[in-house]
Structures are given as C-alpha cells and as structure tokens.
C-alpha cells in the first residue's frame, strides 16, 4: 500500500521518513500534489485515481464519489451499536416500554393493559409512545443513545458517553433481531459492501448458572491448563451447552424476517439481499471472571456446531477496571481454549486504550498477548500500539504473522482522542501490517463506513490505490472458510493457480477457476470484489 506515498514514498529510514511525514503533514494539513501513478496500476486504476483528485474537492465531493465505491468487507461492527436511535425508539413504543426521564433509559412497565398493551410506567418514568408526540422527548433520547450533538462536561467524557448508551437502549424484545439485521444489510448495500462480520452477544443463561454452580479453581498460573480444561469439562456437564439451542432458534427467526424484509429469493428482491452476513460471539470481559470463561467455552461451542458464527471476540470497554485487572487471566483462558478449538477463529479487541485513560504501565502489553498468548488473529483498535514495551518488535511480528488490525478512525478519536498524526495507521503499513477500515457502531457514532473512507482519504491522503488494497485486505482477512483467492497472504499481484489465467471477477471463469471459486466462500466472495471493482472502474 503507498499509503502517504505523495510526502513519504521513498526508502528511507524508518525514523527519518516519520520525521518528513509529521513535518510534512503540519506544514500542509491537505497535501495537493501527488506523485506520477505507479508502474503497476491499470489505466482503469490511473483514470479512477483522477477522478478520485477530482473528488477531494470537498468531503461532500468525496462522500459522493466513495459512497459507490466497493468497499468489501466490514469486521468490526458491533450489531447493537450499528443500530440508529431512532429505530430502538420505535422498538419501544412497539413493546410498550417505559422511559426512565431522568437517565433517558428504557424501562420495564409495571404493569400493561391485557387489552391495548399500554404499559403503566414507575414514578418518574412515562411511556416511550410519548416519544412520539414530544420532540424535546424524542431528541433527547436520540442525544443520550448516541454521540449526536455530546460536548464534555466535568465528569463525563465523550468515552463515559459512548459506553453509557448500550445501557440505556437495552431491554427492546429480541423478536427486533431480524429487523436489526435488515437495517446493517441495507446501509451496507447503500455503500457497495458485500460482507458483513456482525459482533453479537446471544443469551447465556445455563453458561451463567453453570458458572455459578461449578467452584473456581483454575489460577491461571500453576497448573492453569489442567485446571481450565477440567474447568470446561464440568461446566459442559453442567448444561453449558443449552444456550446453543435458543440461539440458533433465534438467529433463524431474525434471518427469516430479514429475508422477509429484504423480499429475498423473489423478483423484488433489494439490494440488502445480496449482503452476506456472519457472526462473531461476542463475550463480555467486564464480567466476573467465572462467568467470562463460562461465556468464552460457550463461544467456541457455538461456533463449533453453528457456521453462521465464523469465530469470537472479547468485547467491553478495554480500561475497566475487570478488563484491565484480568486481561492476563482472559489470554490465558483463550490460549487453553484455542488448544481445545483449534479451527476457531479469534479477533480481539486489543490496545482500544491511551495515555490517560489508563496508567502508562496499564499501555505495556495487551496486543503482544492478544497475539502471542490469545492468538487473535485480527486486532480491533490496536489504537495504542507505539506506547507497547518493543513496539516495533510486535509491528514486526503481527506482520509475519499476518495479523490484521481493523482501524476505526472515528471511534478512535470519539472514545479514546486519537486522530490524524497520533493514530498509528501509518506506523502499521511502515512495519506491513495488513489494515482494513471498519464502523465498530455506526449506530451509536451517527456514522457509515462510506464515512470512514472519507476520513481516511482527507487525513492521510490515500489515493486510489491505497483504498483498493484496504478494500482487498477486508476479505483477506474475514473469516469465512475456504482457501483465498490469492496466491500469496496480502498479495494482491496473483492469484491462485486455477484462476491464474482467468480476467479477474469475470462471469464466466474458466471450469478450473469455477470449481476452486465453489469450494471457497472466501474467494467467491473475493471474485465478486473484483467484479465490482471492473464495474465501477469502467465509469471513468
């Protein structure tokens, strides 16, 4: 990638070339000239490339010119979080809930007329229908289940804020899942994406009682392996397994009313319909740490019988004071647990932190072992990978190991204060680290991922080019099964042998090239990329 290449596209030392970039970059915030188009791009490339100059006269522009643009793949996007206010809103009122009008937060009723379902709300809450019928109401609640129009105030940061939200919107009917899937799929179908890997937190109630029932023993230390594997033993006695039932049962019914919605497998189908969508399980290390290894067994269970969920993730703000005190003791779960479920797929949430939000001894480590010891291969955030004790030794070996990180600019900047020259975008692709852009909850952050790309274009000057190769590395690194289409990891020159002869994302591949593209997820997906990516280079 030549991500910078018009200020720092030269071999030079490491230090030296950051020195010209920072230098370069508070000279002239929006650098005008670019360099001559590099030898291999395509002349489709080179005239996408100046209409794309042509663009960054204004983010409006630009919005309008990358919106269309294809975009692959998005990894890191929480489903709750990807859900706009006004939609949990209407939730709501279809569920007859309470809003709680000093917290702006959803409440249970008392109690709800057997005739109309019109709840009865506590003292001090009112019906959320009301939201309807009141507009200081309604923006209120908008404002409080997202970044929408927040300013600091003493006590609450824009990341108090940003996590309070979940809290508040909580509590819809799950019956709601299908729409939620419908909404993800048709903005992503709105901006030319094409795969979704939702983050998703089902129900764990017999992985919570099993947690309850059975002692804590592992200490993560001596003996830890054999204590956490006789641990998952018992817990599976204890029913842990249960939970997998009503999941599956309710990701059916919401992907039936997804397809519903979307008119899927008919003549009217919408665009939405052609949006592939998977799952990671979400586990939630802000709790106790019996109840996080329960969830984490029932991960990898879940993902072992269901291919709907393509992996895991560990997920809750990164500075608490559990997740920050048992990150140790959470790699180390995951590092028994990927022995025993060695085929599942592991992206973490991993350096989502900064200087002052934690102590600078809390910013040591937590890649380097969501890495060596949690085996992640994906990074979400890795935000503040330079403050790592021998960074440039992790950079190093994330790249060896094609370990990708899944950068979310804006969330960055809301959440943690890290945007333009403090945000290591350009330090991972100096060390070869394989990046890709992602929403993480575009719901909460009023935000698409068309967004995303216009702030990485204006920020870091990315050209055509650059955007292709982040686009390319998305389905890189998804987990869908199959072998990649290309020849090489992160290789983006050749593809595979079967298909080696073949014009890329034709329609009509060679028999050879067909049969390796059917026995692959990974790279049918990846052949679709290319033929968007011949669609849209042909306007030009």
């Known amino acids: 990638m030549k991500l910078l290449h018009s200020v720092c596209r030269?071999?030079?030392?490491?230090?030296?070339?950051?020195?010209?970039?920072?230098?370069?970059?508070?000279?002239?915030?929006?650098?005008?000239?670019?360099p001559a188009a590099a030898p291999k791009e395509t002349a489709a490339e080179q005239r996408a490339d100046a209409g794309l100059d042509?663009?960054?006269?204004?983010?409006?522009?630009?919005?309008?010119?990358?919106?269309?643009?294809?975009?692959?793949?998005?990894?890191?996007?929480?489903?709750?979080?990807?859900?706009?206010?006004?939609?949990?809103?209407?939730?709501?009122?279809?569920?007859?809930?309470?809003?709680n009008v000093s917290t702006l937060a959803f409440a249970k009723p008392e109690s709800a007329s057997t005739v109309t379902g019109e709840p009865t709300c506590k003292e001090n809450d009112v019906p959320a229908a009301q939201a309807d019928k009141d507009q200081f109401l309604y923006d209120a609640l908008v404002d409080a289940f997202s970044m929408r129009g927040f300013v600091p105030t003493t006590g609450t940061t824009a990341h108090?804020?940003?996590?309070?939200?979940?809290?508040?919107?909580?509590?819809?009917?799950?019956?709601?899942?299908?729409?939620?899937?419908?909404?993800?799929?048709?903005?992503?179908?709105?901006?030319?994406?094409?795969?979704?890997?939702?983050?998703?937190?089902?129900?764990?109630?017999?992985?919570?009682?099993?947690?309850?029932?059975?002692?804590?023993?592992?200490?993560?230390?001596?003996?830890?392996?054999?204590?956490?594997?006789?641990?998952?033993?018992?817990?599976?006695?204890?029913?842990?397994?249960?939970?997998?039932?009503?999941?599956?049962?309710?990701?059916?019914?919401?992907?039936?009313?997804?397809?519903?919605?979307?008119?899927?497998?008919?003549?009217?189908?919408?665009?939405?319909?052609?949006?592939?969508?998977?799952?990671?399980?979400?586990?939630?290390?802000?709790?106790?740490?019996?109840?996080?290894?329960?969830?984490?067994?029932?991960?990898?269970?879940?993902?072992?019988?269901?291919?709907?969920?393509?992996?895991?993730?560990?997920v809750m703000p990164e500075d608490s004071y559990t997740a920050m005190t048992d990150y140790n003791l959470h790699m180390h779960m995951l590092d028994v647990l990927h022995t025993l479920y060695p085929k599942i797929n592991i992206?973490?949430?991993?350096?989502?932190?900064?200087?002052?939000?934690?102590?600078?001894?809390?910013?040591?480590?937590?890649?380097?072992?969501?890495?060596?010891?949690?085996?992640?291969?994906?990074?979400?955030?890795?935000?503040?990978?330079?403050?790592?004790?021998?960074?440039?030794?992790?950079?190093?070996?994330?790249?060896?190991?094609?370990?990708?990180?899944?950068?979310?600019?804006?969330?960055?900047?809301?959440?943690?204060?890290?945007?333009g020259d403090d945000h290591p975008l350009p330090i991972y692709h100096e060390f070869h680290v394989p990046v890709a852009l992602s929403t993480d909850d575009e719901g909460v952050s009023?935000?698409?991922?068309?967004h995303e790309f216009v702030r990485a274009v204006d920020t870091y000057n990315l050209h055509y080019s650059d955007l292709k190769e982040l686009v390319r590395t998305s389905l890189e690194h998804d987990f869908l099964p199959g072998e990649s289409l290309w020849r090489e990891p992160d290789d983006f020159a050749a593809t595979v042998t079967p298909c080696a002869h073949d014009a890329l994302g034709t329609d009509a591949p060679t028999k050879l090239c067909a049969t390796f593209l059917q026995a692959s997820e990974k790279a049918t997906q990846q052949w679709e990329l290319e033929r968007r990516f011949h669609d849209f280079e042909s306007q030009f």
Not at 66 to 92: N, R
Not at 363 to 374: D, F, I, P, T
């Open 446 to 450: 009023r935000i698409d991922l068309t």
């Open 160 to 314: 108090d804020h940003f996590f309070d939200t979940f809290d508040k919107f909580h509590g819809t009917d799950k019956r709601h899942l299908g729409e939620w899937l419908d909404e993800v799929a048709t903005r992503a179908a709105a901006q030319n994406e094409q795969y979704l890997e939702l983050m998703h937190t089902p129900a764990f109630t017999y992985a919570r009682a099993a947690a309850a029932a059975v002692p804590w023993q592992a200490d993560g230390q001596k003996n830890g392996q054999e204590d956490f594997a006789q641990l998952r033993d018992q817990l599976l006695a204890h029913g842990l397994r249960d939970d997998i039932a009503t999941t599956r049962a309710e990701l059916d019914a919401a992907e039936a009313l997804r397809n519903q919605r979307e008119h899927c497998n008919q003549s009217d189908a919408t665009p939405a319909c052609r949006v592939q969508l998977r799952y990671l399980y979400q586990v939630l290390r802000g709790l106790p740490k019996e109840i996080v290894f329960a969830q984490a067994v029932l991960a990898f269970e879940t993902a072992s019988v269901d291919p709907r969920f393509v992996g895991l993730n560990f």
């Open 54 to 99: 042509v663009a960054r006269s204004s983010p409006l522009a630009l919005y309008a010119w990358l919106v269309k643009m294809p975009k692959g793949a998005d990894l890191h996007i929480h489903l709750s979080g990807a859900i706009y206010a006004e939609t949990f809103i209407q939730d709501a009122i279809e569920d007859h809930l309470c809003v």
């Open 10 to 34: 030269h071999a030079l030392p490491l230090l030296l070339a950051t020195l010209i970039c920072t230098a370069s970059t508070q000279a002239q915030s929006k650098p005008t000239a670019k």
């Open 347 to 419: 992206s973490l949430h991993a350096g989502e932190l900064a200087p002052g939000l934690v102590p600078y001894e809390g910013l040591c480590c937590h890649v380097r072992l969501a890495v060596e010891q949690g085996h992640a291969q994906r990074i979400g955030h890795g935000a503040d990978i330079m403050y790592e004790t021998r960074p440039h030794e992790i950079l190093k070996e994330m790249a060896a190991k094609h370990v990708m990180v899944e950068i979310n600019l804006t969330s960055n900047d809301i959440i943690l204060g890290i945007a």
